[in-house]
């Protein structure tokens, strides 16, 4: 059984996205759970100055407290009938997840201007139910928090537009369902022995199965399952699919009713193992060659690079400390003027709540829906793949983050806790806070007497989800101008496909691209869904695009051109409904979110543009249209945008639990953009993420994240009187004195040689990096200086 | 007459765009040389590693000793008829530019492939004829270098598709010009005072006039001259335009013919100065508010800012040296496996030639070619404004760069020299080369045993040309997998429009914003055109468009899905012929030039994809359609990205000429795109950067840079046989270990705690700053480390 165990840790390790979901409600946990929390013995951070959140973070997951209260509460419960998950089977009904019910917007507003209280706290509790004959996963409400003679538990129904509180649990026995996997493959060894040249028995070099898509009916369920070399040193699993696949279906709980139906190899489909076999014993039979591991799927190549490799290259570093203040009870954080709370969800990972720019508000929440992953493909794998990963646990696999690497050595890590499955899981350092330094000014001008020049610092806060062979890089950035950015970045392995030398699609590329003997790449779509429920300057607001479009004007003073002068103008209207809205051609427009009752000193409307940000071109959105994978379970994904009116019963584009009942979601994102005026009133923004990514040799091994970002930003627009990072902002103002180095010169005659001297400076305490540049003078206290001494070349 | 020379100081420094193109030939060229040459006494770089490249730079602008020996020559030339600046009026012929005739990149291919010898040295000669009736501006060829018996002056016609080597010189007598208006604004005194309160001979406070706008027939030239407050601190006259205008007009070079014609104000045409003097008088003239400066247009602000103002902020340091080699001799630059040449001219600036990358050929030349910055506004003044950059001398206007704030301090900074109006102009650190590294890692990923990041270091060579009000930072960047990326900013000073309160097109914001009592903000599109000679894997390319295209397919696997199932998939086709090409809606296209005859080892075309990089978005075109202020000298304005075969007759997009000639241009791009063949072929792409700029307050007193990138890419696609950067990159990989703080539980189970043990990384040297953070321990020769201790917040 030690080989059964190994391949089935592989199995539940691999096979991530649709089973992490079974998992979470079963014992192997374990297996889940054991990827926690590394870098636990990192450094206590000193409060030297206490700082204070003005409010409660009325948005933060369910404490420890909360939770082991509230666990106390749920046993006891006769209505969940809940069975402690170390002694549960699938008939027991047993607690999946338990996280915070965030207050509904209306009541934290109250809250925030003085009028009501803090709100009262609530739990989301999410229960495998398994008593009943049809099995459920079903979403309570409980509350108030703690525990009181009051505190009650409902169906929670308002945030779901389905009008229910429950999917069907579409394989509720998992464990039975892994043995009797375990028990059929045992009989097909013969085949695999054949084609692939081993088994999922062997060891350490056995197969393993994975899977990704399903077929979801009321009560069965179909996938295709594809065998994979076993990787026992790395994570290259991912690259080392094998071109056998198999398909598995249930029918109702009930083993009698389950089957290992048809089998499919070099194109063809077979209607059981045994015409398979049948096949194989025919002459000819084409086997394709093995797709195996190597050193070629290492992340690490140690060999000998070109010189300069062996040299420590250029790192951040940050003498002084941090300019930012954290309140670490409240997830609170101010920088420059910027203030707002963090929360993390289990499901979603982190998002960002009231953030206020010099005192303004900005946006109310900006935070992660849903990552939606939709490839294609000819072969039964990656032809039906598509992965929504809050289903996954986004937040859960916040994994801690490598000082030095993932975020500069001097960051702040936070760490967050989460409760699933009955048990607690803290992720020490999943989310660094930092400042740095751009690699260019954020702004600079020479005249004829100065040159001034502002330094562009930035604040940055970032995690990282991995899930299964991607890793998510979501960061959120603030710009002394009162800019913020929300940056997508993807690395990992891809999830690739067997390279099958005869595919006529193979041939033209039609899915992607050889990479390996026997690999290919498998082009899909990443789309990631983000809230940005905008409040500028308050809760009133319109959507304003305004184009950028040709135009023919005769002008008065214009007699030299004899014919109207071809030219362009601004045309702006309001968008009155709510809208899916595209980024436009030759972006050509401009979408403002406008307050109408606020104006500047000269009388024109505060705003936030949104506007595709510093990622690689310009976000796309799904480019498949009616997908048949996701049917109506991600309706967000086919536009860039979206324009809709805030509402209490709408605080989510998405719901995990979509991804079981596609054609009936949950939450039908569909459903919210229905006609509603939009003008003058409480907005929120739905934007997407990502790419188009057709991966190619250059994948191999990982993505890489300096070509995978993507972002859109909220910037300012007349939203004060001028530039805002005047205020906060370091930098010099040099004169251009008469002293110095003569210039050369030829022709006879000679010009005035100029040198910079410095005029002012914003402090006393900044590193006059260009008097010592320039005069060979060190700023005072900043001995640290003298390493930016450079050497020659 | 001291004010009337400071009057005329600020006309000659302010009128930047047009007025440039005349001083060169004039000896007002005095006041533009006095913006040259600071931070003279920077450091010398040490040579401690002589380094040499492996060909001589042929690309490279005229050293002094050419210089020298050539204008030696040309003054001796009785075909020229020179005569020295110094003494010339403007019926002489005066020399108005020297600089390389870089050869053809036939005989280059030849040098480079050892075919032939290094190739003839030849210079382009720019000559300001005055002596024949209509005056000229004339281009010639003069070689071979250095001066010798078989050294001949040719027209130089090869390079401009129109034929011919010349143009019209619209105001050759641009002393003449100025002492006449001069003359004329004496006698209109009486209105600037009575609606400016003051007049041009006022001072310190007194106007200027500033002209962009300029309409040229054969030997006639009209242009609406605005005036402006004068700025006597710093270089805020930009935002100082005080809405009264007047149009100047001269055919041919008699001062009998040149006039001062009409006037406009507040939106009414006058057709003389005693039209509007009359109107003046009339009871109810309406005066618009003034323009005035003051602290709004200050780029400092030292006013208390928020807290953390006052520390220094995060700074790289780089602590063991550059990891790049440059030949200083050569301007050659190794680096990470990557080498190129740099060379400068005065028109346009940087450009690169003959990128490699781990021996390959990549890119022949990558530079800009021209920076059109077109306006639209119902004023004369905006109204007509177009302004094509490389007339005002781009590479001239590269200014001695800030170390420590436009780059690092520990950059290496080149200079470069010009050969301009007779003189020789070194730009001292005019660019900088610098290593830096991202925020961010390049790739990482978390697997159940390791977690495995890499650095993203990068190569930066970067150059700032500030052309008058606006300071454009155009830089090409290196990554460690062999992407290139070429990215533009501008910052510096908007070039405002008067706000005039009565009219209709400020009132529904049709060309700007109102940011301040009496200014507004000019929409306008920057359109920045780059050569990018593509030679990927050698000269015989083909560039391929791959759809990402929604699909609907029966699969034979796919019995679940009912009906066939929407998916997507990829659609490749080359391009044919000579085409202009838009980045695609949706991204849904990618854009790659292949080699057919050079495949990896899996069988696929190699290739590099030109993409959309990090800028804002993707990059736009011109908005305008057929503008009647370019006529056809811009005509690669119009698209995103033109595909054309490469010719020694066609080595450049541009002209800075074209500007005097729009509806006949020296070189007519549209000529290029002639429907030839390009498959297999060297092609050459060119593709534009730049954005359609809407400024707003945020604009004030400038623009900002971290909004304002526009950025195109070059990555490998199916390049190499995997990820280049495995050979070249730092990183670590860290192990899981079983050791370390336990983690918190909760419903009665325990997990296993883990923490991080270093397992590798690619040398001893590298700083370890996990080891250190993790376990306090340092690494050793690392004592500057301790400085990224964090402190409290």
Redesign the interface.
């Known amino acids: 059984m030690a080989s059964f165990a190994k391949s089935w840790i592989a199995i539940s ?1 691999s096979a991530v996205f649709l089973w992490f979901a079974f998992l979470a409600s079963a014992p192997f946990l ?1 297996h889940v ?11 206590e ?5 206490p ?1 204070q959140a003005p409010y409660k973070n009325v948005w933060a997951d369910l404490n ?1 407290q909360e ?2 209260a509230l ?1 106390e509460f749920l046993f006891e419960s006769p209505e969940l009938n809940l069975t ?3 002694n549960a089977t699938s008939r027991d009904n047993t607690l999946m997840q338990l996280g915070v019910l965030q207050p509904n917007k209306t009541d934290i507003l109250c809250y925030l201007n003085g009028s009501a209280g803090v709100p009262e706290r609530w739990a989301h509790v999410v229960v495998a139910q398994g008593v009943t004959k049809d099995a459920c996963i079903v979403n309570y409400m409980l509350g108030p928090l703690p525990p009181n003679a009051l505190t009650e538990i409902r169906p929670l129904k308002y945030i779901f537009n389905s009008g229910r509180n429950h999917v069907t649990n579409p394989v509720p026995n998992q464990e039975d369902l892994l043995m009797w996997i375990i028990g059929e493959l045992q009989g097909v060894s013969d085949i695999t022995q054949k084609i692939l040249g081993t088994d999922v028995f062997a060891s350490p070099d056995g197969l393993d199965i994975r899977t990704g898509a399903a ?1 979801i009916g009321n009560g069965t369920f ?1 996938t ?1 399952v594809q065998f994979y070399r076993q990787d026992s040193s ?2 290259a699993g991912w690259l080392l699919p094998q071109g056998l ?1 198999f ?1 598995l279906q249930t029918v109702t709980r009930d083993p009698a009713n389950w089957k290992m139906s ?1 089998w ?1 190899y070099n ?3 077979y209607d059981s193992a045994a015409e398979l076999r049948e096949a194989l014993k025919r002459p000819g039979f084409l086997l394709n060659p093995l797709n195996l591991n190597g050193p ?1 799927t ?6 000998e ?22 309140d670490h009870q409240q997830n609170f954080i ?4 910027f203030e707002f709370f963090i929360s993390t969800s289990q499901e979603r990972g982190l998002s960002l709540h009231n953030i206020k720019f010099d005192g303004d508000t900005v946006i109310f929440e900006v935070g992660l829906q849903e990552a939606l992953a939709h490839y ?1 493909g ?3 794998a990656q ?2 793949l598509a992965f929504m990963d809050t289903l996954g646990n986004m937040g859960i696999y916040m ?1 801690n983050l ?11 890590y936070l760490s967050a ?1 989460y ?1 699933n499955g ?5 992720r020490k350092n999943s989310i660094c806070v ?25 604040l ?1 806060v ?1 995690s ?1 989800s ?1 899930m299964g062979n991607y ?1 998510f ?1 979501i ?1 959120y950035i603030f ?1 002394l ?3 913020i950015e929300v940056k997508l ?1 993807a ?3 891809i999830w690739a496909a067997f390279h099958t030398p005869t595919s006529e ?1 193979a041939k ?10 026997a690999l290919a790449t498998s ?1 899909h ?1 990443h789309v990631l869904n983000f809230k940005a429920d905008l409040d500028v300057a308050g809760t009133s607001n319109t959507f304003v695009r ?1 184009g ?4 023919t ?1 005769e ?7 004899t ?1 109207p ?6 045309v ?1 209207h309001a968008v009155e409904k709510e809208a899916g809205i ?2 436009p ?4 427009e ?1 979408y403002i979110v406008m307050n109408d009752n606020s104006t ?1 000193s ?3 409307k505060r705003g936030y543009r949104i ?8 976000p ?2 799904l ?7 996701l049917r109506k379970s991600a309706e967000w994904a086919y536009k ?1 945008l979206w324009l809709v009116k805030q509402k209490d019963t709408e605080p989510r584009s998405a719901e995990p639990l979509n991804y079981y009942v596609p054609r009936d979601p949950l939450v039908d994102f569909g459903k919210f953009v229905d006609d509603e005026e939009v003008v003058d009133e409480d907005l929120v923004i739905y934007f997407n993420l990502g ?2 990514h ?1 991966p ?12 995978s ?1 993507s972002s859109v ?1 909220f ?20 004169e ?2 008469d002293e ?10 000679h ?6 001297k410095a005029v ?1 400076r ?2 006393d ?3 006059d ?2 008097e ?4 060979r003078q060190l700023g005072r206290n ?1 001995s ?1 200086i003298y ?7």
């Open positions: 390790a374990r759970d054991s990827y926690l929390d590394f870098l636990a013995s990192t450094r951070i000193p409060e030297i100055t700082f420890q939770a082991d666990l402690e998950a170390s077929y179909a295709w790395s994570d696949y398909k048809q499919y194109g063809l489909v070629w290492d992340t690490e190549d140690f060999r690079g070109p010189p300069g490799r062996e040299l420590p290259p250029p790192t951040m570093i940050q003498p002084s400390g941090p300019r930012f203040k954290i101010s920088w420059m003027g294609a000819d072969d039964p032809g039906a994994r490598v000082p030095g690497y993932d975020c500069p050595a001097y960051a702040t806790s409760h009955g048990a607690s899981i803290t930092f400042e740095y330094a751009a690699d260019h000014a954020l702004r600079r001008h020479t005249s004829d007497e100065h040159v001034s020049i502002s330094r562009n610092t930035y940055v970032r990282v991995t890793d890089t960061e710009y101008d009162g800019t970045r690395s990992g392995f699609s033209r590329n039609e899915y992607g691209y050889r990479v390996h003997e082009m779509d305004v950028i479009e040709p135009a004007v002008y008065p003073w214009d007699e030299e051109t014919t002068r071809n030219t362009m103008h601004l702006e595209n980024w051609a030759n972006s050509g401009m500047n000269w009388g024109k506007t595709p940000g510093t990622g690689m071109g310009t796309s959105h480019s498949i249209l009616n997908s048949t994978a860039d790419s188009h057709i190619h040799s250059g994948d191999i091994p990982n993505t890489l994240m300096h070509t970002a930003m910037t300012p627009f007349n939203f004060h009187d001028r530039d805002a990072s005047r205020r906060r902002v370091q930098g010099v103002k040099l251009f004195g110095g180095t003569q210039a050369r010169y030829f022709g006879g005659r010009l005035e040689g100029v040198h910079l002012s914003p402090t305490l900044e590193p990096l260009l010592y540049d320039t005069e900043m640290w390493n930016l001494i450079p050497r020659g070349n």
